[in-house]
């Protein structure tokens, strides 16, 4: 199908847009002194202490492209630099954090796609109804609260009842006996794939208070922009006509309106999640949830330049990767678009 | 619900009145509007825009929504059956069996009357199994029992009995959950790829007979693949997939090129004559009126002014308003109505009286305060306006 074709040419756009994303952090790189770059290049602790050989090494006082290629390369060889924060390779450190926050995006986006879709189209349905109020109340409600002070009433009122960090002191004992096999690095996912339910239950209570700060903003705004859009599609003319046809008020809904309605709003919805994989730091940080977010927030307080650029270039591949996929949903949503 | 009515009208609207609660006030759409249209003849509504000639026609498919209201009046409908109902009376599931199966609509503008995110064979489909999914689940059914005496297999012979069971229920309208569930279960749903089969096969001849070239191209074509002319005649085969008795067309060409205009005002006649169908007709071009049209009702202001014959209506045009229409046609071969003298009144504030007054030549005092009646001037034609019986104008 078209469609496929349509995937691998974004595909292939890809590379000269990793290629620019390259480029703009490595402008910030120069920013600093060779020897502070000096970390970016090092790969253990005991280069770090020879920055001389290393300046020498990679060429840090080379002219600007010589320096960029030589960097490039350190890039795609795997070589991000050394991470103080984490006493190890940056993308060692970047990894091993990884887990953490895709464990909690993937609990938290249900959170904002299910309700905010699902209560937009019915507040849509029932205008000015109760539901529809309800909806509003929450929306304002969603938006009013910065996400940090959301994240620390819930941690006042919850504290004692749900746990903060990642997994209580048990179940670290248990991931870290010689029975237990790290599948992915998501708690949830290997507690169940090594059968120990309570560990699942005890990392789903750690994840709950997080998840839910994350997703409240979001799926609010989400809600909002769904009603909107569901709303003017109900408007339509192709909605009467397939009242016209005797079709159930349901299915007039659900087939014709929503199907219309999601287009626009599965992109917002698709950068929101992209922003959850990005680790958002405030909520990490609130609930010492280590992921790659507090990652990100220790090393820059520490000016830790590997670390921070490395993130940075994790966060564009992200960004890219969903700024993919929201281009791809939109054209299967949409057959009008012209690929 | 039935009531007597010993003529042949299919439709006959009395004192419709229908109301929009918008923000600016209460804009009282229509104001008692009523007209009847006979078995198998066109009867055409004229009139300047806004003036309540897509309310009306919503109205007759109870197709008003939010912020409008249909406030008053009786829609009298003749069904296949004989009996003649009042379609504001029925419940919202007796309106959907009616809606597309024995009144079916055509829309002003053809692009924005198909869904884009869907092929017109999907659109089409899903009109023709709205109101013949029994037919065809009947058929399946004999087929698979047909099936099932020839086959030898135990299981298979279970597992079809398992499809003819769910057909039953499908065919009863069981629309329980189980029902939902097990027909999406695989082996045994093998009577929906009959189904959509069947269906599809009658969407291809209906694309035919509307004098589409390359059906099975248009078919699998997603709206905004197909000109205006071609979406138009698509919409039309929708409307009569299920053999409606009245056909409603809201200014079905006004958005089309002149050729594509009268090609398609051409399939609707020979449509008619096909199906014996009754047609709704609205327009505001009286060329368009004088082609295809038996009979006509003006409509100004959320009122119809004067009904009558065709000819009637272009030889002794009786009510004021419009002789105006008729006057304002230009000689030149483009027929559509040009503005005649005035504005067209504000719909929240009406003027009182005849709401055609404050632009009328004739009116007077008694106009301003209290609105004529809708009379049988001269045979079959009805007007309503003081004036129209005697030339100068206070007999009535
Ligand atoms: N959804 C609505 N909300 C408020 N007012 C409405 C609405 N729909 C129609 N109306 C009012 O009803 C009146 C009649 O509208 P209608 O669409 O029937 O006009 P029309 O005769 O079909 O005009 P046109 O020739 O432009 O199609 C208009 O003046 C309009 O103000
Ligand atoms: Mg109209």
Redesign the interface.
């Known amino acids: 199908m078209d469609l496929r074709d349509y995937i691998i040419r974004r595909l292939l756009l890809l590379i000269p847009v990793l290629f620019g994303i390259t480029l703009l952090i490595f402008a910030v790189l120069m920013l600093f002194s060779p020897s502070q770059r000096a970390a970016v290049y090092a790969t253990s602790p005991k280069a770090l202490k020879n920055i001389d050989v290393i300046i020498q090494k990679y060429g840090l006082n080379e002219p600007i492209y010589v320096q960029y290629f030589t960097w490039l390369k350190q890039v795609l060889s795997g070589n991000l630099g050394f991470s103080q924060i984490a006493s190890r390779p940056v993308l060692e450190a970047i990894l091993d954090k990884l887990p953490a926050t895709f464990e909690l995006a993937l609990f938290s986006a249900p959170l904002i796609l299910i309700p905010g879709f699902y209560l937009g189209t019915v507040a849509a349905t029932h205008k000015d109804k109760l539901v529809d109020q309800f909806s509003r109340v929450l929306a304002i409600v969603g938006w009013s609260l910065p996400t940090f002070w959301l994240g620390l009433i819930l941690l006042m009122f919850f504290s004692g009842i749900l746990p903060t960090g990642r997994l209580s002191n048990q179940a670290v004992l248990l991931k870290q006996s010689e029975a237990f096999t790290v599948y992915t690095g998501m708690n949830t996912v290997d507690a169940l794939l090594n059968g120990k339910f309570w560990m699942f239950f005890d990392a789903v209570q750690h994840l709950i208070l997080p998840a839910v700060t994350l997703a409240v903003v979001s799926m609010a705004a989400l809600m909002r922009i769904m009603r909107s859009s569901m709303l003017e599609e109900l408007r339509a003319k192709y909605v009467t006509t397939a009242r016209a046809k005797g079709l159930k008020e349901e299915t007039v809904i659900n087939k014709h309106a929503r199907r219309n309605a999601l287009i626009s709003p599965v992109t917002t919805a698709t950068w929101m999640v992209a922003l959850l994989f990005n680790g958002v730091a405030v909520v990490e940080i609130i609930f010492n949830y280590k992921g790659i977010g507090w990652l990100f927030i220790r090393s820059a307080q520490q000016l830790d330049i590997a670390t921070v650029l490395g993130f940075s270039l994790f966060n564009g591949l992200i960004i890219m990767l969903f700024n993919l996929l929201a281009d791809i949903l939109y054209a299967y949503l949409d057959p009008r678009i012209n690929y | 619900m039935s009531v007597n009515a010993p003529n042949d009208n299919v439709l006959e609207l009395k004192g419709l009145k229908v109301r929009f609660d918008t923000y600016e006030g209460l804009v009282k759409a229509l104001e008692g509007v009523n007209f009847n249209i006979k078995s198998k003849e066109t009867f055409g509504i004229v009139g300047e825009t806004g003036c309540g000639k897509s309310v009306t026609a919503?109205s007759i498919?109870r197709?008003i929504?939010s912020p409008g209201k249909i406030t008053d009046g009786e829609i009298l409908f003749k069904r296949e059956n004989n009996g003649v109902i009042d379609i504001l009376e029925l419940s919202?599931k007796e309106v959907?069996?009616?809606?597309?199966?024995e009144i079916?609509?055509i829309?002003q503008?053809p692009g924005?009357?198909?869904?884009?995110?869907?092929t017109t064979g999907y659109q089409l489909k899903?009109?023709i199994l709205?109101?013949q999914s029994n037919e065809f689940l009947k058929e399946i059914k004999n087929e698979i029992e047909r099936e099932i005496e020839e086959e030898d297999s135990y299981i298979k012979k279970k597992l079809l009995n398992t499809q003819i069971k769910l057909i039953k229920r499908n065919i009863k309208k069981e629309d329980s959950r189980l029902t939902k569930y097990l027909s999406k279960i695989p082996l045994i749903n093998g009577y929906k790829d009959k189904l959509s089969e069947k269906a599809k096969e009658k969407a291809i001849n209906l694309l035919e007979d509307v004098e589409l070239s390359e059906p099975e191209e248009i078919y699998k074509n997603?709206p905004?693949e197909l000109s205006g002319g071609q979406k138009q005649r698509v919409?039309i085969a929708?409307a009569l997939s299920s053999e409606p008795t009245l056909l409603t067309a809201d200014e079905p060409t006004s958005s089309l090129d002149v050729s594509i205009q009268s090609k398609i005002l051409s399939l609707l006649d020979e449509l008619k004559e096909e199906h014996n169908l009754s047609i709704l007709y609205i327009t505001h071009n009286l060329g368009v009126v004088a082609q295809i049209c038996d009979r006509v009702g003006v409509m100004y202001s959320g009122r119809i002014v004067e009904i009558a014959n065709v000819n009637d209506i272009f030889e002794n045009p009786l009510h004021p308003y419009t002789i105006s229409l008729i006057e304002a046609i230009p000689s030149s071969e483009k027929e559509e109505l040009n503005p005649i003298g005035g504005v067209v009144p504000n719909l929240v504030n009406p003027p009182s009286g005849c709401r055609f007054h404050p632009r009328c030549p004739r009116a007077n005092e008694r106009c301003k305060k209290k609105r004529p009646s809708l009379k049988e001037l001269e045979k079959d034609h009805w007007v309503e306006c003081y004036h129209s019986g005697d030339k100068d104008g206070e007999l009535n």
Do not use: C
């Not at chain 2, 924005?112 to 869907?118: D, T």
């Open positions: 919503k498919m197709l929504s919202d959907r069996e009616i809606r597309g199966d079916s609509m829309f503008e924005e009357a198909l869904n884009p995110v869907y899903e009109a709205s109101h997603y905004h919409i929708m």
